[in-house]
């Protein structure tokens, strides 16, 4: 399972919880053909909906996510 969270830098997903400084959020991202729910971290507020990019995976099962452009 490590070795696929190396694998989400750069993938971009959307937020289904949202995401507060301090505070995880959910995001969902593409995986293996489907897609999957990762918690996810923030250095600003991320709204609902929101289309993010993955810079950086904490975790198997955590990323920190950034808004994209």
């Known amino acids: ?3 696929l969270s190396q694998d989400l830098m750069g993938t971009v997903g959307h937020v289904t919880v949202p995401i507060a400084p301090g505070r995880p959020g959910e995001v969902v991202l593409p ?5 999957e729910a990762f918690t996810a ?3 600003e507020a ?3 909906h ?4 993955v810079v950086e995976c904490r975790t198997a099962r955590s990323v920190t996510v950034t808004p994209c452009a």
């Open 31 to 35: 995986v293996r053909g489907g897609t």
């Open 50 to 53: 929101q289309r993010v990019v």
């Open 1 to 3: 399972m490590e070795e």
């Open 46 to 48: 991320i709204a609902k």
């Open 41 to 43: 971290f923030a250095d």
